[in-house]
C-alpha cells in the first residue's frame, strides 16, 4: 500500500490509489521460490523445452512485467515482486531446518542474487 502511495505522490494519478491490491500473484511467487530452494536442478519439460526450476521466479516476473505494462497500472508486477523477495527473505533467515535445528537457509546456492541470471553474479 506504502508503494502505491509514494507512486501517487510522484506521479499524481488518482488511478493509483485504488489499484488493485492482492491476488493471487503474490501466492503462486512464493510457490516458485519455495521450488527454487527445494528443486533448483531439476527440469520443467514443456513441449520438449527443460526449464530448470531456478529460473522459474525470474520468468514469471519477467511475464507479470510484460503484462502489467500491456493490461493494467502495474499492480499485479509489484504484487508479485513483492511476493517473490518475502518469500526469499523468509526461507534465506526465517524457515525453520527441523534436521539441524537452525533457522534459514544459508547456502551459496540460495543467495539474493540467484534470482537472476547467472551472467549478473559477480566472479
Given at each position: 500500500?506504502?508503494?502505491?502511495?509514494?507512486?501517487?505522490?510522484?506521479?499524481?494519478?488518482?488511478?493509483?490509489?485504488?489499484?488493485?491490491?492482492?491476488?493471487?500473484?503474490?501466492?503462486?511467487?512464493?510457490?516458485?521460490?519455495?521450488?527454487?530452494?527445494?528443486?533448483?536442478?531439476?527440469?520443467?519439460?514443456?513441449?520438449?523445452?527443460?526449464?530448470?526450476?531456478?529460473?522459474?521466479?525470474?520468468?514469471?516476473?519477467g511475464t507479470c512485467l510484460l503484462l502489467s505494462g500491456i493490461f493494467s497500472d502495474g499492480s499485479y508486477f509489484l504484487m508479485?515482486?513483492?511476493?517473490?523477495?518475502?518469500?526469499?527473505?523468509?526461507?534465506?533467515?526465517?524457515?525453520?531446518?527441523?534436521?539441524?535445528?537452525?533457522?534459514?537457509?544459508?547456502?551459496?546456492?540460495?543467495?539474493?542474487?540467484?534470482?537472476?541470471?547467472?551472467?549478473?553474479?559477480?566472479?
Amino acid at each position: 500500500m506504502i508503494t502505491y502511495i509514494f507512486l501517487y505522490i510522484a506521479f499524481t494519478k488518482v488511478t493509483l490509489l485504488y489499484a488493485r491490491l492482492g491476488g493471487f500473484g503474490v501466492s503462486i511467487s512464493g510457490l516458485l521460490v519455495g521450488l527454487k530452494q527445494a528443486l533448483p536442478e531439476e527440469e520443467l519439460e514443456f513441449k520438449g523445452v527443460g526449464i530448470r526450476f531456478k529460473y522459474l521466479p525470474l520468468i514469471y516476473l519477467g511475464t507479470c512485467l510484460l503484462l502489467s505494462g500491456i493490461f493494467s497500472d502495474g499492480s499485479y508486477f509489484l504484487m508479485a515482486l513483492y511476493g517473490t523477495f518475502f518469500s526469499w527473505f523468509y526461507i534465506r533467515y526465517y524457515q525453520r531446518r527441523p534436521e539441524s535445528g537452525a533457522t534459514g537457509d544459508q547456502s551459496d546456492s540460495f543467495r539474493l542474487v540467484t534470482l537472476f541470471p547467472e551472467s549478473t553474479h559477480s566472479t
